[in-house]
């Protein structure tokens, strides 16, 4: 089994928010399989359903971005998936805009989601699908840059990397990176 978490923030003040992109992709991605998000439990919302043949559980954390760990370790206790098994997919202000990275493993880098996550699963060994919305602008604060809409003129753009981003994860369940 797998787990696919999207970070974001619940509600509709944060939907359109450079830090939501993980929501945003975990709803594609949902909507491309067919798995209707919308039991709660963990601290979030789920679904579950199939991609590849495998089965796969995908969680919207709703603990607000920086406990998202709260949400993603208890989802993954409860359905005991391993940490290799575990995507995280999230905003990344040091990826260039609609720009997608993807890596089997690593540091949290800036992201307090991913601090948050690495604390409560007790390991880093976990694939994430990075989702490009940097640079900061100049003169602009960091929290109050990544809790700002995306501008109508970069929306496409941005959401287009949603595509790249749910078929990363669907690679990494198919086992294509190592």
């Known amino acids: 089994m797998w787990l696919i978490a999207g970070l974001g923030n619940p509600g509709l003040k944060y939907y359109k928010n450079w830090h939501n992109m993980g929501f945003l992709a975990i709803d594609l991605l949902a909507e491309k399989t067919g ?4 039991k709660s439990k963990f601290d979030g919302e789920y679904g579950k359903g199939r991609i590849e043949g495998e089965d796969v ?11 998202s760990g709260i949400s993603v370790a208890a989802a993954a206790k409860f359905f005991k998936i391993p940490a290799d098994h575990i995507i ?3 905003d990344d202000i040091d990826i260039a805009k609609g720009k997608i990275r993807v890596r089997t493993k690593g540091s949290a ?3 307090n989601g991913m601090k948050s996550i690495i604390e409560h699963l007790g390991t880093t060994e976990f694939p994430r699908v990075r989702i490009g919305t940097g640079p900061v602008p100049e003169h602009w604060d960091l929290i109050e840059y990544v809790l700002s809409n995306v501008p109508e ?3 496409q753009m941005i959401f287009d990397s949603f595509e ?9 369940i198919k086992g294509k990176y190592d």
Do not use: Q, W
Not at 57 to 67: E, S
Not at 164 to 172: G, H, I, R, Y
């Open 35 to 38: 798995i209707t998000i919308g």
């Open 57 to 67: 559980i995908l969680l919207k954390p709703f603990t607000y971005m920086n406990n």
């Open 109 to 111: 880098g800036t992201h």
């Open 153 to 155: 003129n970069e929306r």
């Open 88 to 90: 995280v997919m999230y």
């Open 164 to 172: 790249t981003a749910c078929e990363a994860a669907v690679d990494l």
